[in-house]
């Protein structure tokens, strides 16, 4: 008695606001892959499913597929997904009407909503299927997702409408959603894939590893260039005390046995020419590889950055919960339109 009380008031409410619902009724997402999970609440889904049912009589088909929704949510059943579908196809969103009634199928209904579920798709399928109408998805507008009338379709979905224009909300990454009069079929030019942003990771790696090396080799050039003055100095020492026609007492050590002194002078020289042709090579390819790497780090900071443009609007999403048993006949009294 107290729940056909409160039935009868919202009635009333109703009757006296007429088309206010619309004002409070939010976007529904045109797939039901696209719900979130929310504790089940059976005594909100009753409440809401009686708001859908005087909207759907009201026809105020938008609010009765929002209240319908929000019923399925709050206890998820194969005849509250079977009411937001009829409130959908009733609205004309026709292919949002098509998922809702194959997710109810899906839910394993009974026999009773299973009939209506299968009456309803044999109705969509061919109405969605309709060669008169060009399918539109939101990579087709370089968007993350759509919104025709008041069904939000994101990628992977498609939205099939009839040829001309269509006032669409449009979202695209980094941009606020935008109205857009779009008209079917596409230019070819509106029918690229959205792009992706460029990865300028290698430049930091690549940069990174060949400005080290280079300069590792440079550190290597300066310790071969230390080794080679020190034998270089020995060998001019060595080089002047056999020259001179009157050695001096420094140079006894090099002149008390000469042919020895000179066997190191002429291996001195051998080793003095090969570190200086390896501090060369070292130098050259030292100072290349670390103003190659010096340049590709440069490049990459001057790079723009992909973090905006990879950022898109978060999803419209609503939530799935196990369904509780619920007395058979009394939710399809008071739930089913």
Not at 158 to 169: A, D, F, W
Request: net charge negative; with cysteine.
């Amino acid at each position: 008695m107290q729940r056909q009380i409160s039935f009868f008031l919202a009635f009333l409410v109703l009757l006296c606001c007429g088309r206010g619902f619309a004002e409070e009724c939010g976007v529904i997402p045109a797939h039901p892959r696209h719900l979130e999970l929310r504790s089940p609440n059976p005594e909100a889904a009753y409440e809401l499913s009686e708001k859908a049912y005087l909207a759907y009589e009201n026809k105020e088909f938008h609010c009765a597929a929002y209240y319908g929704l929000e019923a399925f949510l709050s206890q998820p059943d194969a005849v509250l997904a079977l009411n937001v579908a009829n409130a959908l196809k009733e609205g004309g969103q026709l292919d949002a009407a098509l998922a809702y009634a194959e997710h109810a199928l899906s839910r394993n209904p009974g026999e009773q909503v299973k009939e209506g579920v299968n009456a309803l798709l044999a109705e969509l399928r061919p109405a969605v299927e309709n060669p008169g109408l060009l399918s539109l998805t939101p990579e087709e507008l370089q968007a993350t997702a759509i919104q025709v009338q008041w069904t939000r379709y994101l990628r992977g979905d498609r939205v099939h409408l009839p040829p001309g224009e269509h006032s669409i909300v449009v979202e695209r990454p980094g941009q606020n959603p935008s109205t857009e009069l779009i008209s079917l079929p596409l230019p070819v030019a509106n029918t690229e894939p959205l792009e992706e942003p460029a990865d300028n990771s290698w430049l930091l790696i690549t940069g990174s590893v060949t400005a080290g090396v280079g300069a590792a080799l440079l550190v290597t050039t300066i310790i071969v260039d230390v080794a080679a003055g020190s034998k270089r100095s020995e060998y001019d020492e060595i080089g002047d005390c056999l020259r001179a026609s009157a050695p001096s007492s420094a140079c006894s050590k090099y002149t008390d046995d000469v042919a020895r002194s000179t066997d190191d002078y002429n291996r001195l020289g051998d080793e003095v020419e090969s570190l200086v042709g390896i501090e060369t090579i070292t130098l050259a390819a030292g100072a290349v590889l670390t103003a190659a790497g010096s340049a590709l780090l440069i490049w990459y900071l001057l790079s723009p950055s992909d973090t905006a443009e990879a950022s898109a609007a978060t999803p419209y999403i609503f939530s799935l919960a196990p369904s509780p048993r619920w007395d058979g006949a009394t939710l399809l009294f008071g739930m089913s339109f």
